[in-house]
Nanobody
C-alpha cells in the first residue's frame, strides 16, 4: 500500500516562503506523475504544479508561476514545492498526488493522494 505524507506547512507572513515535502512509502511503483493541489475553504480543489519522472516536464497554475517551484528526488521518493512570495490567497490545504501513469498537461486524475498540510499566509 502506498502512502504519501506531506510536511512543511505552517503560518507565514505575506511575502514569506515555505517548502513543502511529500514522501512516498510502501510498495511504491514508479510514479511518473507527481503533483501538488490545494483547496481553500469553500472552494474546489485546484491544481498547483506537476512534474514528470525526469523533471524535464513541469506544469504550473498561472496563479503560482514565477513564485512556486516543483522538484523531486526519486532516490528519496519525495516531491517538493518551494513557495516564495506567498500571498494571503495562497492560504489552503495543500495535497500531494502521485500516479504511475504518464504526466500530461492538465492532468487532474491521480491514483494516490496525501492527507494534506495546512498553509496559512497572513497579510
Amino acid at each position: 500500500q502506498v502512502q504519501l505524507v506531506e510536511s512543511g506547512g505552517g503560518l507565514v507572513q505575506a511575502g514569506g516562503s515555505l517548502r513543502l515535502s511529500c514522501a512516498a512509502s510502501g510498495r511504491t511503483p514508479i510514479m511518473d506523475a507527481k503533483g501538488w493541489f490545494r483547496q481553500a475553504p469553500g472552494k474546489e480543489r485546484e491544481f498547483v504544479a506537476a512534474i514528470s519522472w525526469s523533471g524535464g516536464s513541469t506544469y504550473y497554475a498561472d496563479s503560482v508561476k514565477g513564485r512556486f517551484t516543483i522538484s523531486r528526488d526519486n532516490a528519496k521518493n519525495t516531491v517538493y514545492l518551494q513557495m516564495n512570495s506567498l500571498k494571503p490567497e495562497d492560504t489552503a490545504v495543500y495535497y500531494c498526488a502521485a500516479d504511475p501513469g504518464r504526466l500530461y498537461p492538465g492532468r487532474k486524475e491521480y491514483r494516490y493522494w496525501g492527507q494534506g498540510t495546512q498553509v496559512t499566509v497572513s497579510s
